[in-house]
C-alpha cells in the first residue's frame, strides 16, 4: 500500500489557498482514479483507491499545516508503512509556477507541513512531489502568497498542473519518478 497525503489547511476559506495545492491534487487524483467517497480516519480524511495497480490511501490532513505530521504518522504507523511508501504533495516557492518536481528526501525548507512529517515520522526519507506555486519576489510578502488565494490568471496552469499529475499518477505508484516528472511536463507544455 502507498500513502499519498495532500498537504493544505482544513478551513473552508482557505479551500482555494495557494498552500492548499496538496489536497486539490488528491482530490483531483481521487476523482480521476475512481476513489471511495472521504471519510474521517487518522486525524484527517481519507479516501482509497488503486492507481497503476498499487491500492492507494490518500490523506488530507486535518490538523493544519504545522501539524500535519500527526495525521500523517497515526496513517503510517496503523499500516505500518515504511517512509518510501509516503509520498507528500505540497506548494514549493522555489519553483516556477505550473511546474513539478519529485523527489525523495531533504530538507523542510521552510515547509511547516514538512518540517511535522520530518519530526513525526522521524525521517525525511518520503517522497515529495512539490506543486511550484511561484516565489512573490521578497521574503516579506511570502505568507501573504501562501495563504492568499490563486486568482483568476492562475486557473490555466493550475488545472493543467492537476490534470497532468493526475493523468501520470499511475507511473508515481510504479516506482517510476523520472517518467512521472517527464510525462507531468509533457502534459503541461501540450496545454500552452
Known amino acids: 500500500m502507498l500513502l499519498w497525503v495532500g498537504l493544505g489547511n482544513p ?9 492548499n495545492i496538496g489536497f486539490m491534487a488528491l482530490d483531483v487524483i481521487a476523482s480521476r482514479h475512481g476513489f471511495s467517497p472521504w471519510r474521517q480516519r487518522f486525524k484527517g480524511l481519507t479516501a482509497e483507491g488503486t492507481v497503476g495497480g498499487r491500492k492507494v490511501l490518500a490523506l488530507k490532513p486535518m490538523t493544519y ?7 500523517v504518522q497515526a496513517a503510517a504507523a496503523f499500516f505500518k508503512l515504511p517512509a518510501d511508501a509516503i509520498v507528500a504533495f505540497h506548494d514549493e516557492l522555489d519553483l516556477a509556477a505550473g511546474k513539478m518536481r519529485v523527489k ?4 523542510a525548507a521552510g515547509h511547516n507541513g514538512l518540517r511535522s ?20 519576489g521578497s521574503k516579506e510578502r511570502v505568507t ?14 493550475l488545472i493543467a498542473l492537476l490534470d497532468a499529475v493526475a493523468d501520470a499518477a499511475p507511473l508515481l505508484a510504479e516506482g517510476q519518478a523520472p517518467d512521472f516528472m517527464s510525462k507531468v511536463a509533457l502534459l503541461t507544455q501540450e496545454t500552452k
Do not use: Q
Not at 129 to 134: M, P
Not at 144 to 157: P, Q, S
Open 11 to 19: 478551513e473552508p476559506g482557505m479551500a482555494r489557498n495557494r498552500h
Open 65 to 71: 499545516m504545522n501539524l500535519s505530521g500527526e495525521s
Open 104 to 107: 525523495k528526501g531533504g530538507g
Open 117 to 136: 512529517m520530518d519530526r513525526m515520522l522521524g525521517t525525511p526519507d518520503y517522497w515529495r512531489v512539490r506543486l511550484g506555486i511561484g516565489h512573490p
Open 144 to 157: 501573504g502568497h501562501v495563504l492568499g488565494d490563486f486568482g483568476k490568471d492562475d486557473r490555466d496552469w
